[in-house]
């Protein structure tokens, strides 16, 4: 299948760009775009072939359920049961944005797009683009993250296109995501009201319109425990993961750098490639590694002295490292996350080293992705 490429300026661009993209969403057809959190892989949320094309383009497992797109809080009425009082109240809220509502779905939606649930996953959506190709399509997108499965999510066009070019129908290209991380989802068919997936939107934030509302067991598991049962299927699934191996250090920052340069270099001198998933603030202390194991060509973008941005992926025994930003920006860490580990894919990186992060606020969903994505391995020093 022949995947159109649309580029649009989220700055300036009108309902004329998104008409054949709205045709295509009508007609069945899947079109990927651009939203604040990560890019969405979209089809008529009303229409089940749809949603299996989105399920067989993602390599998705067809009970892990997908979101359903909404571009006004009218729209939800068609979608659900009832809308509960607090519904409206977490709308008024954080909506437009990066918030997932799980309400007992109408019979409108077809069980395809739910995985079989009763349930239906809603959001309303902040970027423009998505905003205004929902409301040109005149029907609401069910759209899981625009990444094959298992994958880490897409916040730029270029992912998309390396992950699901010539699968889907159009490619919207509206430059970066900017959160970078996934809608934080609550689950408001429970009592008290559960949040099951982490993200920008915090649980302080949420106890100031729900002041009872919990974290689901299975977010704070920091190990992998089987027994401990997903609520959100989706949540049961390998995520995130990275190609080579990924382990997190946590503990006193110096002791954190000090164990990751030690086991670099143990892999470094057998010949193996490693990356290194670094802050600003420990950037510095890999600065002996970086002159020793990394060469003009490494293309490493934290390497002041090469000039070079070309990876070399076939070189053996090379160090790559990706600083993320400053660990006193929990936005910027968030916003880097999914491409860094992209980023060590590109370079086959068989073995990865990271730091830990605080755990409150938008912390908690970094380090959800993060822990998730090393398949919990993670070790304190
Ligand atoms: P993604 O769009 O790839 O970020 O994944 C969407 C996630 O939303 C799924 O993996 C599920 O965990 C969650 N989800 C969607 N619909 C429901 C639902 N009805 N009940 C519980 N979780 C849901
Ligand atoms: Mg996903």
Known sequence: ????????????????????????????????????????????????????????????????????????????????????????????????????????????????????????????????????LIREAGVPIAAPSANASGRPSTTKAEHVIEDLSGRIDMIIDGGSSDIGLESTIVDLTVSPALILRPGYITLEMLREVIPDIEYDKAVLKRIKDDTIVAKAPGMKYRHYAPKGELTIYEGDISRVSEAIRTSAEEKLRAGHTVGILTSDELLGSYSELRSIYQEEHTGCDVCPDTGSTEPDADKKGMLYIKDIGSRENESEIAAGLFDALRYFDEVKAEYIYAESFTEGGIGQAIMNRLMKAAGYHIITV
């Open 1 to 132: 299948m022949e995947t159109i490429i649309k580029k649009i300026n989220i700055d300036g661009f009108s309902r004329e760009d998104l008409k054949e993209a709205a045709l295509f969403i009508r007609e069945g057809k899947l079109v990927a775009f651009p939203t604040e959190t990560v890019y969405g892989l979209g089809g008529n949320a009303y229409d089940s072939t749809a949603s299996a094309r989105i399920y067989a383009a993602k390599g998705r497992p067809s009970d892990n359920p997908l979101i359903v797109h909404i571009s006004e809080f009218s729209e939800i009425g068609p979608l659900v049961k009832n809308v509960p009082d607090v519904a409206r109240a977490l709308s008024d809220r954080f909506w437009p944005g990066p918030l997932t509502m799980i309400l007992e779905k109408s019979d409108r939606i077809p069980k395809e797009t739910t995985g079989g649930l009763d349930t239906v996953a809603i959001r309303m959506p902040s970027h423009p683009i998505a905003n205004m």
